[in-house]
């Protein structure tokens, strides 16, 4: 079985993406148990999980061993891993990279709460706080 790097991933499908947030709540699992996850609402039949779960692997994204005659699965990349290049991919074509964009659509739109906004604002000041006289942070220079 060959493993892709994790730091070359390739983009995910909406299922692809289903299948491998139900696999990291669940830790490893065979089809089956993946299956039993899905939302009740999701009717997918067993041989379209198994076919997505075969593609995440040759993705890079799962891995599996045999235990007796069963497939188990466990994610191979870290949620963190694929999170951040789906939204930096993602900022990429819609945004040119810039995020601020991205946020004010989620303001303008009511997308965001009280809470998301004291949380962005304690980022912000702690992002403020690392940066301060680092040469990558232009707004720093000549304060």
Same mark, same amino acid.
């Given at each position: 079985?060959?493993?892709?790097?994790?730091?070359?991933?390739?983009?995910?499908?909406?299922?692809?993406?289903?299948?491998?947030?139900?696999?990291?709540?669940?830790?490893?699992?065979?089809?089956?148990?993946?299956?039993?996850?899905?939302?009740?609402?999701? &009717?997918?039949?067993?041989?379209? $999980?198994?076919?997505? @779960?075969? +593609? /995440?692997?040759?993705?890079?994204? *799962?891995?599996?061993?045999?235990?007796?005659?069963?497939?188990?699965?466990?994610?191979?990349?870290?949620?963190? &891993?694929?999170?951040?290049?789906? $939204?930096?991919?993602? @900022?990429? +074509? /819609?945004?040119?990279?810039?995020? *601020?964009?991205?946020?004010?659509?989620?303001?303008?739109?009511?997308?965001?709460?009280?809470?998301?906004?004291?949380?962005?604002?304690?980022?912000?000041?702690?992002?403020?706080?690392?940066?301060?006289?680092?040469?990558?942070?232009?707004?720093?220079?000549?304060?």
């Amino acid at each position: 079985m060959t493993i892709k790097s994790v730091g070359t991933l390739q983009p995910l499908s909406p299922a692809e993406t289903e299948i491998l947030r139900l696999l990291w709540e669940i830790g490893s699992g065979t089809v089956q148990q993946v299956c039993e996850k899905l939302p009740p609402e999701r &009717q997918i039949a067993y041989a379209t $999980v198994q076919t997505l @779960l075969r +593609r /995440l692997e040759k993705k890079g994204y *799962v891995t599996h061993t045999i235990e007796g005659k069963a497939h188990l699965f466990r994610p191979h990349a870290r949620r963190e &891993q694929v999170v951040s290049s789906a $939204v930096t991919s993602f @900022l990429e +074509r /819609l945004f040119g990279g810039d995020p *601020v964009p991205l946020v004010q659509h989620l303001a303008r739109h009511n997308q965001i709460t009280r809470e998301d906004i004291e949380r962005l604002k304690e980022l912000i000041e702690n992002r403020e706080s690392s940066c301060k006289g680092t040469p990558d942070n232009p707004r720093s220079q000549g304060e």
